[in-house]
């Protein structure tokens, strides 16, 4: 009970701030009227008519007839796809509007375990923005088919669940619900077991029983529908629908098109970004780029707004905290142009001002990183362009062998057969026919792995790129057209304990700095973003299409996407999930 | 993790029972369409196009084209204002289509403390009706003006939020919330410490920042908004607004009304019974009456059935457990009429039938009851006629008194000043001025007050009428025309341990018995109707127009309930809460 807040409310005491002459968007009874806020510490004390609160000592702001809504809420973000330390991606997400944010660290935690999230976490009390933690049922996603440094089981993620930011478990995958996993079934039930927490679900491919099955077991919201019809069959069924747009899958449009065909109820029915790119953060912009892409749908503004707070914070069943402006919420608000041109103006957390008219009034400095995020890099043995070569049946001259090639616009990949050379029994890449090598080193100091494969549709012609980012296991990535610049790029990116690294000639062209667990950099969204834009030419020059190759890249090592992948354990069949020989034959 | 139920969501097992060819009311998507409920055990395991989940041994019913809704959940019920044993409300209630009930058994409380409301709880395990413990926050209401048998504390609502039924604090009072009462803080605070909690207000007279301060101080629901205005402040503060309508406050049709005027998001509303009177449950029904009052004030069906199901899980955060037709959720459904003369045709409890086609399924025996719930009443002194004689001042031959009035549709109470004759030394009461004396004698044994008063509104021409149940205390109410009849009714009602009697020249002219805490009867609500009926002409004949004069007058001792009331402390001026006498004057 807070006391001077009772009294602030009662008008007994004065408000810290108010915000007046706005219009309120009041996502509680679906209204938009003349009206403030008024403030008391972090939270709000009253609403509406609120010139009573004002006393001494009262700071005013005059919202000038803008709008007043509360503060975002991304209720499925994995911040690490940013590539940001937690405090600048609290930056810029705060610039952007976003208040509060469910995440599950999931990222650092394949690399660092619980502890190195709990530090991140720590690193996060530094900043304004509200974490709540949704703790990782999978780390990393496939055990038996990949080497990862931290491991989760169902002890340790009890552990996390007692944590008080703890609110659930996070992407239970429907493929391993539908298996029964016993670690996963104990997970969800440990969950459950504190009400008020929720599962949610990574059920991309879920529909009809399969759905219906992982929805009996405990799911209640999801991310991974991809259209109209598939969002809603989640809904009709009880699901939350967190509908996504991002770096990666741009859908929201397709499934928010189709749901305003019906007239359907939207209470059930959320927005989230679940991976941002850096560079997309920074001109782009975070939820409010998602009300712009509604709004332009059709979407009624006052609903829009709801989707990206009230209806969020339902989702977790932390609307009595969150996501409305209310006495006893947290002081989260946005100052906001009208459905025109939708612009965030000025921002509130906690109570505190973060943007004022567009300029930001904090800096959040660099953290002193705890231990378990740096130097997380380490390999067993010496890595040489030896290490990636590939070699071919006795006596063969030509091999056929299984490529993948990726899809341009979403990192799906296909199979392709191609026949390649042997020299000195080593198989050769062809950059004419679009075959690279790629490899991933294992980098946890566990086993020294180097799985072996072979990659199309990146269309490099030169050199190699490395990176320490690589779902779901954040070994070393790399693909090149010759074994010297890949083996460079490897001891680069290892080197200088994690990045991303563009080589040619043996010599390093381009590189963005991770120190952070081998994911993360200290450097603020807009300097990032530039150094992601050189790195990225650096690419583009050597030929590859791919805007983003290497949030690309980070994506063909995971073996939960179909329809291949490459870990350090080696090629993987998703569909069997099998780890199998790219050289499937030899040729005469 | 149910196994089996995943199983039959998922199509490798057959469900024990399927709903088919109806029109399928989703609370979620708010549509209405043609399908079916597959449920597993006690859950639903799929929703929609649901042959898939027949097999060898499903039984399969025939909703023959009428409507599939969820079962009904009334978030705010006292089930001891219908005088029912809690396994009698469980049958009508159920009859009716609820099958979620959130109470906080406060009345039990009053008399037996919390060992009395586990003990209930645990008679209501043999029903079918799904219990949710809403800790009370005040009992008694005024622990300085009355006396009552059990007694809270902060440690005794931790105790009781730690059971896993527990879903919050109950009637949070606002005037308390404002005074800043220590207990009440701190029981605020320890609900509010378990996520998922919430706090139901009490909050008849808040407004503006009183209404605030109380929202501030951790309430998030209410069900004493008396019109739309009202219901409108609290929908737009952030508060959950149970729209009440029952036996004694008739209110609904006006607030919807109102809420119908504006476009209002209706999400965060729903209606609730709070006392409902045995014969209004027989004769009128509990939330189906309800649903056909709001569709009656043009309150879409949808909306209506959202409004006793989806929302009303919502606002206690167990969406996730019911509330909902959704693979899942507990197997409460009802097979109703379309909103033409709406009418529940059957209904299914935890996946077990109750109701079918308008015949009763189950008959739960009555409970034998715990020694705490079982006589519970005891005299400390003698009632005889001399116990409830007022003394004049020495010599006075008349004395002007404050009579208390009752409204004759609410009771609430108005001052009236009168001239009373002294015979004796002790005032008299007078038939022809319609006052009455009106007394309440403590019964829990504690300390044998009687507190004596002047009662007007009931127009009772002969004899006393006396009663065991009177908010808050649950001592022995007694309205009479003279002190012989009304010490007869007192003993009467001790004597057989509780209940209501009507006594005229010495005799038992009527009673209805409540054997189990003073407060409840074992008869079915159709028998105890019929018994309320008799005790109800008995006192019509006798004079009285009120309706449901015992329940009037079980709440003219309630001592937070405008402008006066009776306890056995005295007569009591409520807005200053102060103890006064009824004698203010000598006259001439």
Redesign the interface.
């Given at each position: 009970?807070?006391?001077r807040?009772?009294?602030?409310?009662?008008?007994q005491a004065p408000a810290d701030l108010v915000i007046k002459g706005g219009k309120l968007v009041?996502?509680?009874?679906?209204?938009i009227y003349d009206g403030g806020v008024a403030i008391?510490g972090d939270?709000?004390?009253?609403?509406?008519?609120v010139d009573?609160a004002i006393g001494e000592g009262t700071r005013i702001i005059d919202a000038g007839g803008d709008f007043i809504t509360p503060g975002f809420i991304d209720g499925h973000i994995h911040p690490e796809s940013s590539n940001l330390s937690i405090r600048s991606f609290a930056e810029i997400a705060l610039k952007h509007g976003t208040t509060s944010i469910m995440t599950d660290l999931h990222e650092i935690g394949v690399v660092g375990g619980l502890e190195a999230i709990e530090a991140v976490i720590a690193e996060n009390q530094a900043t304004d923005l509200n974490l709540y933690f949704v703790v990782p049922s999978h780390v990393p996603f496939s055990p038996m088919l990949e080497t990862s440094g931290g491991e989760f089981n169902t002890e340790i993620i009890k552990r996390a669940l007692a944590r008080p930011d703890a609110?659930g478990l996070s992407e239970a995958v429907g493929h391993y619900?539908?298996a029964?996993f016993p670690d996963l079934?104990a997970s969800?039930?440990a969950t459950?077991a504190?009400?008020?927490n929720?599962v949610q679900g990574h059920l991309p491919d879920m529909e009809?029983?399969?759905l219906?099955?992982c929805?009996?077991?405990?799911v209640?919201t999801d991310h991974e529908a991809l259209d109209g019809p598939q969002s809603?069959e989640r809904?009709?069924?009880?699901?939350h629908v967190m509908l996504r747009e991002n770096s990666a899958a741009r859908t929201l449009a397709v499934q928010l098109g189709y749901l305003l065909e019906?007239?359907?109820?939207s209470?059930?029915l959320s927005m989230v970004c679940d991976d941002l790119h850096c560079c997309d953060a920074v001109r782009r912009g975070h939820m409010d780029e998602l009300i712009r892409i509604a709004l332009a749908t059709g979407l009624p503004f006052i609903k829009a707004i709801?989707m990206v707070t009230l209806n969020a914070a339902?989702a977790f069943?932390l609307d009595?905290s969150i996501g409305?402006?209310?006495?006893?919420?947290r002081a989260d608000i946005n100052i906001t142009t009208g459905p025109e041109a939708f612009t965030v103006k000025s921002v509130i957390s906690g109570g505190k001002q973060i943007l004022d008219n567009g300029e930001m009034l904090v800096d959040y400095p660099a953290a002193e990183h705890d231990a378990v995020l740096l130097d997380t890099l380490s390999l067993l043995n010496p890595i040489t362009a030896d290490s990636f070569k590939m070699a071919a049946p006795e006596g063969a001259a030509k091999v056929k062998v299984l490529v993948m090639d990726t899809l341009p616009w979403i990192p799906i990949t296909t199979p392709r057969e191609v026949v390649l050379e042997v020299i000195d029994g080593v198989v050769k890449c062809d950059v004419e026919q679009d075959v690279l090598y790629i490899a991933q080193v294992e980098r946890h100091g566990k086993n020294g792995n180097v799985g072996k494969a072979f990659m199309g549709g990146f269309t490099l012609k030169s050199g190699a790129i490395a990176s320490s980012v690589g779902h779901d296991n954040h070994n070393v990535i790399v693909l090149g057209t010759n074994f010297e610049d890949m083996a460079v790029a490897v001891n680069r990116v290892v080197e200088v304990q994690g990045g991303q690294v563009v080589v040619e000639g043996g010599q390093v062209i381009a590189e963005v700095l991770y120190p952070i667990c081998g994911l993360l950099s200290d450097l603020s969204a807009e300097e990032l973003a530039l150094e992601k834009d050189k790195v990225n030419a650096a690419i583009h020059e050597r030929g590859s299409q791919i805007p983003i190759p290497f949030m690309f890249l980070s994506f063909i090592c995971l073996a939960a996407l179909p329809n291949f992948a490459i870990t350090d354990k080696g090629f993987i069949d998703v569909m069997t999930q099998q780890i199998i020989d790219p050289i499937i034959g030899v040729e005469a």
């Open positions: 009970m807070d006391a807040l009772v009294a602030v409310a009662g008008g009041n996502v509680y009874s679906g209204e008391a939270t709000i004390a009253a609403i509406g008519e009573y609110v619900i539908l029964g079934m969800i039930d459950l504190v009400r008020g929720t009809g029983p399969t219906n099955a929805l009996a077991a405990g209640s809603l809904l009709r069924n009880g699901c019906g007239d359907y109820d209470s059930r709801q339902r069943n009595q409305g402006l209310a006495p006893g919420k």
